[in-house]
Nanobody
């Protein structure tokens, strides 16, 4: 059974930083991808970034490029999202998502349907 467990959310002032973690377990093969999505109240869930475990290929939402960095520690089966220069519009529940057989690609951030597994979410609040 695949499990994704997020941690690291919290309250931060605008301009500050947070690092989210997603601990993954249960994938049958090593060639899987992990994505971060976020959902603010009243808005659709949107893809923020993804990474492929096998080749570290990454993709980002335009709105976070240059501020957020996704990385993977394969020994720990953990994916991180370093979020710098946070803005109030970054506030949302952040979800970790997994694709057991696919690689990370920009177009896959455009839909939740490409991701088979989801974590429970972690709240990020940014005060202005």
């Amino acid at each position: 059974e695949v499990q994704l467990v997020e941690s690291g959310g919290g309250l931060v002032q605008a301009g500050g930083s947070l690092r989210l973690s997603c601990a993954a377990s249960g994938f049958r093969f090593d060639d899987y991808s992990i994505a971060w999505f976020r959902q603010a109240p009243g808005k659709e869930r949107e893809g923020v970034s993804c990474i492929s475990r096998s080749n570290n290929r990454t993709a980002y939402l335009d709105a976070v490029k240059g501020r957020f960095t996704i990385s993977s520690d394969n020994a720990k089966n953990t994916v991180y999202l370093q979020m710098n220069k946070l803005k109030p519009e970054d506030a949302a529940v952040y979800y970790c998502a997994g694709d057991g057989l696919g690689t990370c690609a920009t177009h896959k951030l455009g839909t939740v349907l490409r991701w088979d597994y989801w974590g429970q979410g972690t709240q990020v609040t940014v005060s202005s």
